[in-house]
């Protein structure tokens, strides 16, 4: 009877290849001319609504943003769903949904360890290392491997690296509210519903009070609590505001897995001569 459980090992990069290929699509996307602009919140509007039985249905804040088209510098004005009360002034960024043309609201920042052209191509060598175990061609594997520490280790060295030299200056930003978003309905087995939980932070950039709905989540409402304070970073070069900033112990880490890649990349040479 034939061993299938050999190919299990293909399964981790299977899954980070699908995943970052889509990571990808969304990057093209958003790097296409016009795919995302500029825009300044103008009017803000909380909108909100009851069933008969007393249960919140909409809650809501109806927010209408103003940007220049980039093609023709024609201003323009949308109306947007937020869960964020956005204050009136604040810059935003808007992104066109390719599939419906609709804008949406972003932070306008992706804060990726690795690119997902890197994890894309982690993914086609975790399948190749599966590959040559399988047909026990150790050099090919062993080839694999040293690529993808390597590769693993520069992209963390380089994320820190890129992080140091864009000067970024720690704010101390507060919670105001958490952001609820229901990832799953309720069912036999889930009870309730499964959510995701989003904390929504205000802080001070440039004499002015700005308001955020993070990206770091939690599937625990207990992980975040009004008031408490969330730490991001500004960038003045670039008048962004970020979520991470540089961190020692992702270097070390870069360091150490970059340094394993070299060693066994010598060792396949060594092999070979």
Request: hydrophobic content about 40%; charged content about 25%; overall charge positive.
């Amino acid at each position: 009877m034939a061993d299938y459980s050999q190919y299990l090992m293909f399964i981790p990069g299977i899954v980070i290849f699908l995943v970052e290929s889509g990571q990808v699509r969304e990057y093209r996307r958003r790097s296409r001319y016009g795919a995302t602009r500029a825009a300044e919140v103008r009017i803000t509007r909380h909108i909100t609504k009851k069933d008969k039985f007393d249960r919140q249905v909409f809650d809501y804040f109806e927010t209408a943003v103003e940007s220049a088209d980039p093609r023709t510098g024609k201003k323009e004005r949308h109306v947007i769903k937020s869960p964020v009360e956005y204050p009136v002034g604040q810059k935003v960024e808007l992104y066109f949904d390719p599939s419906s043309g609709d804008p949406v609201l972003t932070n306008g920042i992706n804060e990726w360890i690795f690119h997902p052209w890197l994890g894309m191509l982690g993914g086609a060598l975790l399948i190749l290392l599966a590959l040559f175990q399988i047909q026990a061609k150790e050099i090919a594997a062993m080839t694999c491997l040293s690529l993808l520490l390597a590769g693993a280790g520069a992209g963390l060295v380089g994320n820190y690296v890129y992080l140091k030299r864009k000067h970024l200056t720690r704010i101390d930003a507060v919670i105001t509210d958490i952001y609820e978003r229901q990832v799953s309905k309720p069912g036999r087995f889930s009870g309730s519903g499964k959510f995701t939980y989003y904390p929504i932070v205000s802080y001070d950039q440039d004499g002015k009070t700005m308001v955020r709905r993070c990206n770091v989540n939690s599937g625990r409402k207990e992980s975040f609590r009004a008031g408490d304070t969330l730490r991001l970073y500004y960038s003045s070069d670039e008048g962004d505001v970020r979520e991470h900033g540089p961190n020692k112990l992702i270097l070390i880490a870069g360091a150490v897995i970059l340094i394993l890649g070299l060693l066994a990349g010598v060792n396949i040479i060594s092999a070979v001569v």
